[in-house]
């Protein structure tokens, strides 16, 4: 895992040397002035040396101009290049989301999604930045400190140094307990934006039912867990940084206690007793970075662990000899097609259909029969367990998603509009179409003329998810925007069934409009609807139950007659 995350450095490795290079000369600038000032007190004060005082004092004033100029690099580039990396984690992570299949986010929460693609990658974005500064800084202070006090006394540098090894086992064994409660904390982070982005997606939903009450209850479950979590991690950071402080401390004590021996019994002198005490002071500066490093290395490689984890996500696998179709006729045959969801029971199973070129097929019968899960097979958003989905005569699997879906339209009851305004929103048909193209496309679907009567025509904002127009309204930007497609294959997954009666008429006209020509599925609740397609498929439990026209399945007095006078009894 820390091959991966050395590999974001990769496009930034300019930014990165050099970086590095300003924390080595930084490091290298407070290394100089513990040796000056003892050099001060030793000599230039004691002979006063005069000139070589201010000489010295010049020379310490540009060294602190340097350093505050490295430090600003350090401190602006650094975090520019924290920036890039979490950016280019972000495109790669989203990019493979958008390559996962259906049964991946119908297993995981939005919000949690959401929770790992921000909030996880900012705290990698610091660990980016400020780790191997920290690191690199700590290891040159440590080295540094330890080779000049070695020349000013090596016994009293021993004893000093002695400590180290018992802060080393202090951190290491704390560490794992941070890990873990740093994992906890992100994964309830994750379910409170899940219930967050929940709760206001559906705020219609909850005011209508005045279940404010209940909803403030559901949230504030999952942030009293939160709370909890990220009290336990609060725990073992107070217990870090205490029994790390308090040896740092306890240095202090050592550093004036032997130096005060060693000063007494003549071995050292003042000079180095005070160059020693700087250097102490210095010297637990490095030992607080890395300090921190471990809290920040805690952090930042949990989120990567679970930025990992969808990276490892297995997505849509593509044949290798898969191979681009162009435009397809139509023509859809299922051969022998099995499938079932993940430890469920067959949806459909031995399947056998034709649904010839240009005809018109509806799917009609109970709730869970399969028709949806039929309709999601052909543009492969699911594998099928067994048999062959064929379109044209070559198997779907032998054709490039992309180009199997480019031949394929959908219109579905609930309809998904992105925040934006509407000519987005059709224009999503076809990203390269013209502007003529869009208006003939909402033209065709008898949506232009409403379009035209908002003070903003086309450029109106609709709100998220097109909360300010009507269930009819988006219905046909959503088939506006099928017709900018123009695919040969057609699935309408009822698509009216949502609407009132009257809206449902003017809709099912653009429908008609929208399936001449083409190869159409037709899942209807409404079976009003499909009086005229060429063959009516009725599935139920067991399959299909019966097939033919309207004429036909009337003639039959079967499943179907019956579910059609049931809704035409009156």
Known sequence: MIKRFISYYKPVKGIFITDLICAFLVALCDLMYPTITRNIINDYVPNQNFRLLVAWLIALGAIYLIKAGLNYYITYYGHVMGVKMQINMRRDIFTHLQKLPFSYFDENKTGTIMSRVINDLMEISELAHHGPEDLFISFIMLIGSFIILCTINIPLTLIIFAFIPLLIWFSMKQRIRMSDA??????????????LENSISGIRVSKAFNNNIYEVEKFQEGNNAFGKARKKAYKVMADFFTGTNFIIDFLTIVALSGGGIFYFKGIINFGDFTAFLLYIGMFSSPIKRLISFIEQYQSGMTGFKRFVEIMDEKPEDEDSKAREVGVLEGEIKFDNVSFSYEDNKNILTNLDLNIPMGKTVALVGPSGGGKTTLCHLIPRFYEINSGELLIDGINIKDMTRASLRNNIGIVQQEVFL??????????????????????????????????????????????????????????????ARVFLKNPPILILDEATSALDNATELLIQESLEDLCKGRTTVVVAHRLSTIKNADEIIVFGNEGILERGTHEKLMELNGVYTGLYNSQFRN
């Open 418 to 479: 992105f925040t934006g305004t509407i000519y987005d929103n059709i224009l999503y048909g076809n990203v390269e179409a013209t502007e003529k193209e869009v208006i003939e496309a909402a033209k065709k679907a008898n949506i232009h003329d409403f379009i035209m009567s908002l003070e903003n025509g086309y450029n109106t904002y609709i709100g998220e998810r097109g909360v300010k127009l009507s269930g009819g309204q988006k219905q046909r930007i959503s088939i």
């Open 182 to 195: 740093f994992m906890e904390t992100r994964v309830t982070v994750g379910e409170v934006n899940a219930n």
